[in-house]
């Protein structure tokens, strides 16, 4: 069956947080958009598979240890217990929620819901087919690519329920004794968090020489400290093979530190992501694409072909979704007419474990790289009166300037809450702050954000909360 939908200002391919985005902020601005999407609920890999479940998992794991730390307060309380169950459905309520949500915002926007595959038969034409089997004709003016990610999947491994992706991790379908976790990175780190505290013997092996790697070395130091007393964790290392018995999964390494193979009960493969950008008919419209299979944009968001616009994870790093939503606004005011485009200063980046890392700007690691003189301010919560109050003394806020300048070059936060503190740092560097600017404003105390400004005032000569630096 085959039906032909009047034509559209815009047609929107996925419907992430790039693609919702979009659709919403060019219905706001007048124009009359289909919105078209795989899942039944909106919101994409981020909302439904990524983002929102994992942070629920890790924030109602991470209670356990909080009730650990109550003793030292005077405060106990027996022994937890979890109910995967429950936990579970917590997890279910809160995408239900946002999803529901998201429903009356483009339902309120009038904006026309497509559920299907969407593939382009030219530059003007987006054939939907739907679950039953009917065909959707959509014709359009402009199309808003934002078809996002999937997990990259290492070549060579068995097929095997038991070797999981960053989605069969989060459906928590068994607690394995042992989890073997290939990458290091943020997906990696915050599943291990989540099976650890459920029971899991974690394993974790990273090819690069630390974990997280996108971060300075140093400044995941905290993290690394403390967890490798409860994982084992092996930098420098590559899984070689996985060999699916009866019982176990077997891994073989390439690796100085391990000399034999090992035995698992599941295998979680978190070693980055891919553009969805196969399977839409692009590449037979003529779209650019690089050999990765990102889509080429300008700074507008616009791609080879001058009416398809592009955003989120399928026009390449970094994959946030905080990213996708300012790229959807962008697309959608460019198509709107208005002159706008994509260049910010820098985009925050957070691993949600325990301790919290994050980073915005240039890391220490690429201003040595690069040649760039620069300063540095680095204050240890251990002298936080507001860390120690609350236990969170495990903890760093490190802050770069440029030396010429005196402007803020980069930071990073390691501590309780630093995904909220380092917003502080993100506007800075937008907005070209100076050290002194900054070491000026007043801060509350005490606070987890007075370390910003303490590592800031390191830099300016000023602190007293710590020895000052050493004149040179």
């Known amino acids: ?87 579970l459905a917590k997890k279910e309520s809160v995408i239900t929620q946002l999803t529901d949500g998201l429903d009356r915002l483009g339902k309120a926007r009038k904006i026309q819901r497509l559920t299907g595959s969407g593939i382009f038969k030219d530059t003007s034409t987006l054939i939907v087919a739907d679950g039953d089997g009917n065909k959707i004709e959509v014709q359009f003016n402009s199309a808003i690519i934002a078809t996002g990610s999937s997990p990259f999947v290492l070549p060579g491994l068995p097929d095997d329920p038991r070797i999981w992706d960053s989605s069969d991790a989060l459906n928590i379908k068994s607690v394995p004794e042992k989890l073997l976790i290939i990458g290091g990175g943020v997906i990696g780190m915050e599943m291990a968090q989540v099976y650890s505290a459920l029971g899991s013997e974690i394993t974790i092996v990273e090819m690069l020489d630390h974990i997280i790697p996108p971060a300075d070395k140093d400044l995941v130091q905290p993290l690394f400290l403390k967890l490798k007393k409860k994982y084992q964790i092996f930098t420098k290392t590559r899984v070689t093979e996985i060999v699916a018995n009866v019982g176990t999964l077997v891994a073989n390494f390439e690796s100085t530190k391990i000399k034999d193979s090992k035995t698992f009960d599941a295998v979680l493969v978190a070693v980055g992501r891919r553009p969805n950008s196969k399977g839409f008919g692009l590449e037979e419209i003529g779209l650019e694409m690089n050999k990765q299979g990102f889509i080429t ?129 993100v506007l800075a560097l937008e907005q070209g702050a100076t050290a002194e600017e900054i070491s000026n404003t007043i801060h509350a105390h005490p606070t987890l954000s007075e370390t910003f400004a303490f590592a800031t005032e390191i830099v300016t000569g000023t602190i007293t909360d710590a020895l000052p630096p050493k004149k040179r």
């Open 1 to 87: 069956m085959s039906e032909t939908v009047k034509i559209f200002d815009i047609v929107v391919v996925g419907g992430g947080p790039g693609g919702y985005t979009a659709a919403f902020r060019a219905a706001d601005l007048g124009l009359s958009v289909c919105l078209v999407e795989e899942r039944e609920r909106l919101g994409g890999v981020c909302l439904n598979e990524g983002c929102i479940p994992s942070k629920t998992l890790l924030h109602g794991t991470s209670l356990i240890e909080s009730v650990s730390q109550c003793s030292s307060y005077g405060v106990t309380f027996g022994e937890p217990k979890i109910d995967i169950s429950v936990l």
């Open 297 to 425: 944009v300008d700074d507008n968001l616009q791609t080879s072909i001058p009416n398809f616009y592009a955003v989120g994870d399928v026009v390449g790093e970094p994959m946030l979704a905080h990213k996708a939503t300012h790229e959807g606004k962008v697309a959608a005011e460019n198509i709107a007419g208005n002159n706008v485009g994509f260049h910010p200063e820098t985009i925050p980046c957070v691993a949600y474990t325990n301790p919290e890392i994050a980073w915005m700007g240039l890391t220490e690691k690429e201003a040595r790289k690069t040649n760039i003189d620069y300063s540095k301010g680095k204050f240890l919560w251990g002298a936080s009166g507001r860390a120690l109050s609350v236990n969170a003394a495990n903890g760093v806020t490190k802050v770069l300037f440029d030396k010429k300048t005196g402007k803020i070059l980069g930071a990073g936060i390691c501590g309780s809450h630093a995904g909220e503190l380092i917003h502080e740092a």
